[in-house]
């Protein structure tokens, strides 16, 4: 490792790297024009990106800089959007005009969006070269473009996340970087049922934890306090059972069309929306708003605590069967991504049996309406397609026994998406002292979310049973979106990290210098996050040392 490079790509990804690098190099010869300014000199400091890049190294020569001149050069149709996005970002901080335009060559201030990039980079992949002739950002579908300009605002100064204007310079060092994620998926789940958030608030949410690459939000929309998706057969689910919420708040809900915005959205930043209709259990709100799905016929009451596994559809109702029917239905159809979240977790006020027969039959009907089932680990205790997800959740030291509902998962087929909670829950406390936050899967600091793997976590696993990691935040004690971005982060950083880099170099060494250059991008971006004193936060950064109240 030399001071002016440093890569941590897998063997296998080496072709890759020096084919891309050799691209780059030619690319920049043949179109870079010379700056029409002088460049300020390299930065001293490597740069600082999460999740990690496969590979970045550092080039000699002059900076780049974003000036008024400062173009968005697209070649290619389907890079117009995230072109366009972009603008909107650099914009807003810098108050240069950034056009998006179309146009064969490059200067030395703007930045090319191509889609010429090999196959071999996949959907997400892409190549980022940075230097005083411009920049040259490549990939081989829209989504790797999206992907390389997360990076690309973490080469420049944390400011230009600002949503007004600040003053430049506007640098970012030169350097070449190859990149593609380790897992296809990267989740962050929010819990709207608990605590109910609206639209702008899961936008905010998901702009966020797209900024480290996530590419999936699970969105927990139902539970026993809430049901926050319209359902048109079935209206009372959120007239009625949308009302409540932990500590007897208002509640509230998604009309079709606002989820269909927030799906819309997403789609634009290469983000997934898996819905999650968390059944046989956790269904109170539903049972509250229509009795019949009791097997006594008699709406319990509303539910405004947190203590679970005390509700259930009633298995052997027929009425059930129509509800499961028109209720998957619908959300399929609100839903263009291929995975369908049923739950099935803690379902401990339904028999083995009714399980066992809901859940082939709730298999049934996903398949029927399209879509892939994905459940909460204990869904890997009954039959399910090769196809189907596992999420698995559980605190998990490794010599849990219910890591053998995983190994279960395995042995059909399935792939797991690893949320240990012990590591990947963010509503676990940090410290003992936090006032926010549950201690059932112990105390969870920044650094224990981050020091683990996601396919060695629970022994005899091989990579090819994983299929990701989600990052889970429970929204029981969070009432306020301050809140819930304390407990996410910075830990929900660190766990995309382990979705997206590479298993080989990975080290709290490492990363922690890296995780404390967002410190203040954060801070311009108002995140009010946990100020972990692990961290060696830079002067000037914000964050929160206890848990905020309110706002
Ligand atoms: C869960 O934490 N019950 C999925």
Redo the contacts with the bound molecule.
């Keep these: 490792m030399s001071g002016l490079s440093w890569r941590a790509g897998a063997a296998a990804i080496t072709g890759l790297v020096l084919a891309v690098t050799v691209a780059v190099e030619r690319a920049g010869d043949a179109e870079g024009r010379a700056p029409r300014t002088e460049a300020p000199a390299v930065a001293a400091a490597a740069p600082r990106i999460v999740p990690a890049p496969v590979s970045l190294q550092r080039r000699p020569g002059p900076a780049f800089t974003l000036t008024p001149q400062t173009r968005l050069v697209v070649r290619d149709r389907r890079a117009t959007g995230v072109a366009e996005l972009t603008a909107v970002l650099l914009r807003r901080s810098t108050g240069y005009p950034v056009p998006v335009t179309d146009g064969a060559s490059y200067g030395g201030h703007d930045v090319l969006f191509a889609l010429d990039g090999p196959a071999s980079l996949g959907d997400e992949g892409y190549t980022l070269a940075v230097h005083g002739r411009g920049v040259r950002l490549t990939a081989h579908a829209a989504e790797g473009l999206f992907r390389g300009v997360q990076t690309l605002r973490q080469l420049l100064p944390g400011r230009i996340e600002s949503a007004t204007v600040r003053p430049g310079p506007w640098a970012a060092p030169a350097v070449a970087i190859t990149d593609r994620p380790r897992f296809a998926w990267r989740g962050a789940m929010l819990d709207v049922a608990r605590h109910f958030y609206g639209v702008d608030d899961v936008k905010r949410y998901l702009d966020l934890a797209a900024l480290y690459k996530v590419n999936v939000l699970h969105l927990h929309l139902t539970d026993d306090q809430g049901w926050r998706l319209e359902i048109e057969k079935w209206p009372r689910l959120t007239t009625v059972g949308g009302r409540t919420e932990v500590g007897g708040g208002r509640g509230g809900y998604y009309t079709q069309e606002q989820y269909t915005e927030i799906v819309r959205y997403a789609a634009a930043r290469y983000v997934t929306v898996v819905p999650e209709i968390?059944i046989p259990g956790?269904t109170n709100a539903a049972l509250t708003a229509y009795p019949e799905l009791t097997c006594d016929g008699t709406a319990p009451p509303v539910h405004t605590g947190i203590d679970?596994g005390f509700s259930s559809l009633c298995v052997r109702a027929g009425v059930t069967y129509r509800f499961l029917d028109d209720v998957i239905r619908e959300v399929a159809a609100l839903t263009p991504g291929r995975y369908l979240h049923v739950?099935g977790?803690?379902a401990y006020d339904t028999s083995r049996a009714d399980y066992k027969a809901f859940m082939a039959h709730a298999r049934q009907v996903v398949r029927g309406h399209g879509k892939r089932l994905v459940g909460?680990?204990q869904v890997a205790t009954t039959p399910q397609d090769p196809d189907s997800l596992a999420?698995y959740?559980?605190a998990a030291h490794g010599d849990d026994p219910r890591t053998k509902w995983a190994h279960a998962a395995a042995d059909q087929h399935m792939k797991l998406i690893m949320?240990p909670?012990a590591r990947a829950?963010l509503d676990m406390k940090y410290t003992a002292a936090d006032r926010l936050g549950t201690d059932w899967a112990g105390l969870v600091d920044t650094r224990t979310s981050y020091d683990w793997d996601p396919v060695t976590f629970i022994a005899g696993l091989s990579p090819g049973d994983v299929h990701g990691v989600e990052a889970?935040l429970?929204t029981e004690t969070a009432a306020s979106m301050a809140e819930v971005e304390y407990l996410a982060y910075p830990r929900l950083a660190g766990v995309a990290e382990r979705g997206w880099s590479p298993a080989t170099g990975r080290s709290w060494a490492d990363y922690a210098p890296r995780l404390a250059a967002q410190g203040p991008r954060w801070t311009v971006l108002g995140v009010r996050f946990h100020r972990d004193p692990a961290v060696p936060w830079p002067a000037g950064t914000g964050g929160e040392t206890t848990a905020p109240s309110g706002g």
């Design positions: 968390d956790h679970v739950g977790d803690e909460w680990t999420q959740y559980h949320s909670a829950y889970a429970w």
